[in-house]
């Protein structure tokens, strides 16, 4: 039975807020001891350019806002711009090479454009190199960069886990159960692991739950204010992760399909509403996301400008974006979205369990999701998921909303073909430590003691785990150790332990390593690590020394004849493999 609000015991608070403290101390290793991982210096990079410049063409991989946050702490910092970096920053030096709006190369850059370089100009390699040799400049203290970016990342993460408080205890009225909804998160490896970088996860770990809350809260009460509110959360979720576009179909779903089912039951709520009210409330809704989304983009609103036809064709640009152009204001807000969107369906090469393919795998990220949750976590989510369908003619909406979205989340995925990462389907975490802590709450005692059980597990799994969370991986992939044999990339090895080969060099006094590192060079040689990039077939010849691969290099099929011929002579952090060459 849950406790009215005047009621609540306030020891779990006291300890929710300790589970959040021990998590940034959790992270606050790996921030310090790792390398920028692939996507970080391009965010980091995008942000700071358009503070400097207001010019969003070396932002276009996500969208503004996250790059933005990202990129604030720099601006309060002696940053060196080389005359490189400044000329890609301020658009005077360009890759040779035109990007199509689906990715992939559309041929020479000064064929495309053969009056020069324009607004369609897929800025994404150029924003790539920009954040790179920015944050890596000889002249920089590139860690103390990445510390401050990083930082803003664990904030957000921090808040992620005290919204998750606030959102269970609205749900239950039980603090207890609120603590368990903040530990599954403040000891989930998945959170851990990505909560600590500065990437799009952090921020949409915080925004997206809270733009589903907000929705049940507008539901519920379809006021002026909360309609407007809930349209300013979906645009910030949207401006954090592209993910966030989700948010719409999911919540055109639910009103269509709660109109049909409950339309004759009685009327509370939204449902009380007359069509012609709930078209009003939807267009306040749209008010809010564009008021946000204008707020952010200030005072950058121009709409795309024109575009000939054949330049169109070999860029692959939408016939609708062409149409509607003069409509698409601000019109680097659509450039982002489409892109990312056109991108997400264009494929990219996925491994999987010891096989590659260029178009992925329906079932990539329930996979990816069994192979990267700590086992009690499973445990509990199929423990709640059957709690759930127990009393499912009992149970009211609100408890229903995080499983709902968190499914819907699932079942999306399964169309994507772009197949790189457990985080891409990130928001489900958070979704599920509320879906999870409300299910528990509602069962006797001897259910709440096993389900702590499972709790005390998964803490142990963190703190042992510490501070290799990038690479974690659950027993069913063979544990950490063995995880690779089921996920690279960024489920596994994301270019993270640059400072760790460092460390092993000195240790071990390597004069130089052939290298084939799957991450940012310019960090290696900021890190003055003696080394010569190889490919698989430069190291066939070589008859001495030291050579060390990363793991998503060495996966790879022109990598086989090293891995099925020897075994490493020792690894670096999991990820890294090295070999003595005699």
Same mark, same amino acid.
């Given at each position: 039975?849950?406790?009215p609000p005047t009621q609540l015991a306030k020891s779990p608070i006291a300890l929710a807020g300790l589970a959040l403290l021990i998590m940034a101390g959790l992270m606050l290793g790996p921030i310090t001891q790792e390398t920028a991982t692939v996507?970080?210096?391009?965010?980091?990079?995008?942000?700071?350019?358009?503070?400097?410049?207001?010019?969003?063409?070396? #932002?276009?991989?996500?969208? %503004? +806002? =996250?790059?933005?946050?990202?990129? !604030?702490? &720099?601006?309060?910092?002696? $940053?060196?711009?080389?005359?490189?970096?400044?000329?890609?920053?301020?658009?005077?030096?360009?890759?040779?090479?035109?990007?199509?709006?689906?990715?992939?190369?559309?041929?020479?850059?000064?064929?495309?454009?053969?009056?020069?370089?324009?607004?369609?100009?897929?800025?994404?390699?150029?924003?790539?190199?920009?954040?790179?040799?920015?944050?890596?400049?000889?002249?920089?203290?590139?860690?103390?960069?990445?510390?401050? #970016?990083?930082?803003?990342? %664990? +904030? =957000?993460?921090?808040?992620?886990? !005290?919204? &998750?408080?606030?959102?269970? $205890?609205?749900?239950?009225?039980?603090?207890?159960?609120?603590?368990?909804?903040?530990?599954?998160?403040?000891?989930?490896?998945?959170?851990?692991?990505?909560?600590?970088?500065?990437?799009?996860?952090?921020?949409?770990?915080?925004?997206?739950?809270?733009?589903?809350?907000?929705?049940?809260?507008?539901?519920?009460?379809?006021?002026?204010?909360?309609?407007?509110?809930?349209?300013?959360?979906?645009?910030?979720?949207?401006?954090?992760?592209?993910?966030?576009? =989700?948010?719409?179909?999911?919540? !055109?779903? &639910?009103?269509?399909?709660?109109?049909?089912?409950?339309?004759?039951?009685?009327?509370?709520?939204?449902?009380?509403?007359?069509?012609?009210?709930?078209?009003?409330?939807?267009?306040?809704?749209?008010?809010?996301?564009?008021?946000?989304?204008?707020?952010?983009?200030?005072?950058?609103?121009?709409?795309?400008?024109?575009?000939?036809?054949?330049?169109?064709?070999?860029?692959?640009?939408?016939?609708?974006?062409?149409?509607?152009?003069?409509?698409?204001?601000?019109?680097?807000?659509?450039?982002?979205?489409?892109?990312?969107?056109?991108?997400?369906?264009?494929?990219?090469?996925?491994?999987?369990?010891?096989?590659?393919?260029?178009?992925?795998?329906?079932?990539?990220?329930?996979?990816?999701?069994?192979?990267?949750?700590?086992?009690?976590?499973l445990a509990l989510t199929v423990i709640a998921a059957g709690l759930l369908l127990r009393r499912s003619r009992q149970i009211e909406f609100p408890s229903l909303l995080p499983w709902l979205m968190a499914i819907f989340f699932m079942l999306v995925?399964?169309?994507?073909?772009?197949?790189?990462?457990?985080?891409?389907?990130?928001?489900?975490?958070?979704?599920?430590?509320?879906?999870?802590?409300?299910?528990?709450?509602?069962?006797?005692?001897?259910?709440?003691?096993?389900?702590?059980?499972?709790?005390?597990?998964?803490?142990?799994?963190?703190?042992?785990?510490?501070?290799?969370?990038?690479?974690?991986?659950?027993?069913?992939?063979?544990?950490?150790?063995?995880?690779?044999?089921?996920?690279?990339?960024?489920?596994?090895?994301?270019?993270?332990?640059?400072?760790?080969?460092?460390?092993?060099?000195?240790?071990?006094?390597?004069?130089?390593?052939?290298?084939?590192?799957?991450?940012?060079?310019?960090?290696?040689?900021?890190?003055?690590?003696?080394?010569?990039?190889?490919?698989?077939?430069?190291?066939?010849?070589?008859?001495?020394?030291?050579?060390?691969?990363?793991?998503?290099?060495?996966?790879?099929?022109?990598?086989?004849?090293?891995?099925?011929?020897?075994?490493?002579?020792?690894?670096?952090?999991?990820?890294?493999?090295?070999?003595?060459?005699?």
């Amino acid at each position: 039975m849950a406790r009215p609000p005047t009621q609540l015991a306030k020891s779990p608070i006291a300890l929710a807020g300790l589970a959040l403290l021990i998590m940034a101390g959790l992270m606050l290793g790996p921030i310090t001891q790792e390398t920028a991982t692939v996507d970080e210096t391009t965010y980091m990079g995008g942000g700071y350019a358009y503070f400097r410049t207001g010019s969003a063409k070396m #932002a276009e991989e996500q969208p %503004l +806002l =996250l790059q933005m946050i990202l990129a !604030a702490p &720099l601006l309060l910092q002696d $940053v060196h711009i080389s005359e490189a970096a400044q000329d890609l920053m301020e658009q005077r030096s360009f890759s040779p090479l035109a990007w199509r709006w689906t990715g992939g190369i559309a041929g020479r850059l000064e064929q495309v454009f053969p009056e020069g370089v324009n607004w369609y100009h897929f800025g994404l390699p150029e924003a790539q190199y920009f954040g790179q040799i920015l944050v890596y400049d000889p002249q920089n203290k590139a860690d103390r960069l990445m510390l401050s #970016a990083r930082l803003v990342a %664990l +904030l =957000l993460t921090i808040g992620a886990g !005290a919204f &998750l408080f606030y959102w269970t $205890v609205n749900l239950t009225h039980d603090t207890w159960a609120s603590l368990m909804a903040t530990v599954l998160w403040a000891f989930n490896p998945v959170a851990l692991a990505y909560g600590h970088l500065a990437i799009t996860e952090p921020g949409i770990s915080l925004a997206f739950p809270a733009a589903v809350w907000w929705f049940g809260r507008t539901l519920r009460n379809p006021s002026f204010t909360n309609a407007i509110l809930l349209g300013i959360l979906m645009a910030l979720a949207l401006e954090l992760k592209i993910v966030g576009v =989700l948010l719409w179909p999911f919540f !055109a779903f &639910l009103l269509v399909a709660l109109w049909i089912i409950r339309r004759k039951e009685s009327q509370t709520g939204f449902l009380a509403l007359s069509f012609v009210q709930l078209l009003r409330r939807v267009a306040l809704v749209v008010a809010g996301f564009w008021g946000a989304i204008l707020i952010i983009y200030f005072p950058h609103w121009s709409a795309p400008p024109p575009i000939a036809p054949a330049q169109a064709e070999v860029l692959k640009v939408p016939d609708w974006f062409v149409t509607l152009r003069p409509l698409l204001v601000p019109g680097n807000f659509f450039k982002s979205v489409t892109l990312k969107t056109l991108h997400s369906q264009s494929g990219a090469d996925s491994f999987l369990m010891g096989k590659w393919s260029a178009r992925g795998w329906r079932y990539y990220y329930p996979l990816a999701f069994w192979f990267k949750t700590p086992i009690p976590l499973l445990a509990l989510t199929v423990i709640a998921a059957g709690l759930l369908l127990r009393r499912s003619r009992q149970i009211e909406f609100p408890s229903l909303l995080p499983w709902l979205m968190a499914i819907f989340f699932m079942l999306v995925s399964l169309i994507s073909t772009i197949n790189l990462g457990v985080r891409h389907v990130y928001p489900v975490y958070p979704l599920l430590a509320v879906g999870v802590a409300d299910q528990v709450a509602r069962v006797n005692r001897r259910w709440r003691v096993g389900a702590w059980f499972l709790c005390g597990w998964l803490i142990i799994i963190a703190i042992s785990s510490y501070p290799f969370y990038i690479p974690y991986c659950n027993e069913f992939a063979g544990g950490t150790s063995g995880g690779y044999k089921c996920l690279i990339d960024s489920n596994y090895d994301w270019g993270q332990d640059g400072e760790r080969l460092k460390a092993w060099v000195e240790k071990n006094h390597v004069q130089h390593i052939y290298l084939d590192y799957f991450g940012t060079q310019a960090s290696i040689e900021w890190l003055k690590i003696p080394n010569t990039r190889v490919d698989a077939e430069r190291a066939r010849q070589l008859r001495d020394g030291w050579l060390v691969v990363s793991v998503s290099q060495l996966m790879r099929p022109e990598w086989a004849w090293l891995r099925e011929s020897r075994k490493p002579d020792t690894r670096i952090a999991y990820t890294l493999f090295v070999y003595r060459l005699t």
